[in-house]
Structures are given as C-alpha cells and as structure tokens.
C-alpha cells in the first residue's frame, strides 16, 4: 500500500473502563482515529495479525505490576504482525513484515528500534510467529533444564504455552509429560496430538489426587502457568532435585478480579529436604531466544514433529470477542486475530 493510497482514518480498539470481574464486550469499544504519520527514526505498519494473551485480562483490571496497566479511553496494546507501509528514516522498506508491539489497531507508528524484521526464511508462517513457544521453550530448555528420562507436568496445558509445551518436552528428551487443563475435550486433545500422555482436569477432584495417578514416581519438572493449588500439588509430588519453572499466574488472571498478585502457600521443608529448585522465567530477559526458538519451531513445523495449535478470527473488530473467549477457555493453543 503506498502513502498516497492511505486512508484518512483507521479502526482501534480502547478499553472503556477497567475489569474487577470477567472481561465483556461493555469494555471495549471500536473508535475510529486520524491516520497516524509516522517521523524521523519511526516507521508506519499496517497490522496483520494481533496475539490476545492471558496477562491482557490482568493488564485489563489496572492492577497488572508489573506489566503497564491498559488505560480506559486508550487503545490496548500487544504483539503483532505487520507490514511497512512508509519508513522515512530508510531503515526499514515498505513492504517488510516485522513483529511490533501494538497491536489492537488496522496501523501503528512504531519506533524503527521497536520493530522486528521476521525471518521469514526460519519461519515461513506469518502466524507461527505469534507463537508463545519462545516461553515454553525457554523455560524448559534453560530455566529448568529437561533431560532424557525426566518426567513433566505443565499446568494450563492447553494455552498458548502449554499446548507447546507437551510437545517440546517431548522433543527435549521426557519420557513421561502430564498437563493440566479445564475439561475432558481439551484433554482428549492434549493426549491425542499435543504430546500429553496423561491429564488431570480442574474440577475432577483435588488436583494432588489426580496428578498422583497421573505421575505415580512423582515429577521432576515443573512448567507452572497456573499457580495456586496446581503449583501446591507439584511440590507435594516432586522428586528430589526438581526444578520448577515459573512462567504464570492464570489462577489470578483469569480469577474474579483479574489482579496480579497470586499468593500460595509452600511448604518450605519440603522444599528443602528435596532440594527443589524455583525459578521464574521470562522471555524478555532473554532477547537471543525469539531467533533460537525460531530455528527450531521452523524445522519441526517443516519436518512434521511440531505443530502450532491456534484460533484465527478475522476482522479488527473481533479482538474483544477473542479475549473474552480466551479467559473463558473456549480455545486450545494461542488466540490470533486477523485484520
């Protein structure tokens, strides 16, 4: 699309007023805005795809620390795919697909150091990489170290990091991979094509239970996206020199309030006496993963060994509706909306 073919005004999505309980369309509002004009050292992307993640429900209820709340009467914001459209300072070409930050909007003025070329060449799939694979496949390869043998349970198994997740594993050498998630048709599909050779579902009974019949010797990792009881259980059933990896905490996100402190109670003896190691992980401390991960998710999306579960919806207009169903578990794998 060149400058001159622009349109005068664009469609972005601004959140009405902060969530204390579950997300609605009444929060959300499509307004349309003046085209923005990109300066010196910034360029003009138009969106293609946006991502809608869990933490947005949080950012959502204004207390998200620390991630910067969404602001009522502004636009939200969130990774996306896009394409230059005008690049004044000559760093980037019109025509160029970078990831950007601000998604929930048709364009975006973005800083030139804000935007990322993709390699296309890795990673062929515009789509895949919207992926939350780079987490999953951090936190299980440096945070907590998988090796031949291990045996893994990744709670929120069916998100857009778990359902990486029990594949990645796999691929890292477990010989047994447990996942968490919220009803039987979600872990019907995480045993039959997500690399889960077990499931416990939330609801079916304490979860200590459910994860002592599914990993009977105990585990000796941890993937946590969850938090709360799921995170209690792990501990009750880890193995000596475990390692804990700590990516989320749905069972604060996507609670009542949305809020982003998710306080449980761990049992230090135990802790000590199995020598059990926790480690947060996060991807922005590790900006070389993104072009690791890229590499490998390209190979095996190339070679047939992994799959990228996702749901598209299309059109700006549907990213509220994408979220809502998001916090209300109607989806496996990552969320994306297409403009």
Same mark, same amino acid.
């Given at each position: ?6 349109? !005068? ?63 009522? &009467? ?6 996306? #795919? ?8 000559? &760093?980037?070409?019109? &025509? ?15 800083? +030139? ?32 170290? #998988?090796?031949?043998? $291990? ?9 857009? #990091? ?6 990645? !594993? ?16 979600? !872990? ?9 050779? $077990? ?29 709360? +009881? ?17 990516? &989320? ?17 761990? $049992? ?72």
């Amino acid at each position: 699309m060149s400058p001159t073919a622009l349109p !005068a005004a664009q469609r972005e999505i601004r959140l009405v007023r902060h969530a204390e309980g579950e997300p609605t369309s009444r929060h959300f509002v499509v307004a349309e805005v003046p085209m923005p004009e990109p300066g010196p050292g910034q360029v003009l992307v138009r969106t293609r795809l946006m991502a809608v993640t869990a933490a947005m429900r949080m950012q959502m209820s204004g207390d998200s620390k620390p991630m910067p709340p969404f602001v009522p &009467g502004r636009a939200l914001w969130g990774s996306a #795919v896009g394409q230059v459209v005008a690049a004044p300072g000559g &760093g980037f070409t019109p &025509g160029e697909l970078v990831h950007h930050r601000y998604g929930w909007r048709e364009f975006a003025v973005v800083d +030139e150091s804000q935007v990322r070329r993709l390699d296309l060449d890795a990673l062929p799939d515009p789509a895949a990489h919207l992926s939350q694979g780079a987490t999953a496949w951090g936190a299980l390869r440096r945070a907590a170290e #998988v090796r031949p043998g $291990d045996t893994v349970f990744v709670s929120g198994a069916a998100g857009g #990091v778990g359902s990486m997740a029990g594949q990645l !594993a796999r691929r890292l050498g477990a010989a047994r991979v447990v996942g968490s998630t919220g009803s039987e048709r979600k !872990a019907s599909r995480l045993r039959a094509e997500l690399g889960y050779d $077990d499931t416990i579902v939330r609801g079916a009974g304490p979860i200590e239970r459910q994860l002592r019949r599914a990993a009977p010797d105990g585990i000796d990792v941890l993937l946590d996206t969850v938090g709360g +009881e799921q995170l209690t259980a792990a501990l009750a059933v880890a193995r000596p020199d475990a390692r804990f990896a700590l990516v &989320g905490a749905l069972s604060s996100q996507l609670g009542a309030t949305g809020g982003s402190t998710a306080p449980v109670e761990l $049992d230090t003896g135990l802790i000590i006496t199995r020598r059990v190691a926790l480690r947060g992980f996060g991807l922005h401390a590790h900006p070389d993963l993104p072009q690791e991960w890229a590499k490998e998710f390209g190979q095996g999306l190339r070679d047939g060994s992994l799959v990228f579960p996702h749901a598209l919806l299309k059109g700006i207009e549907q990213a509220p509706r994408a979220l809502c169903e998001l916090t209300q578990g109607r989806h496996i794998g990552a969320v994306l909306v297409e403009l």
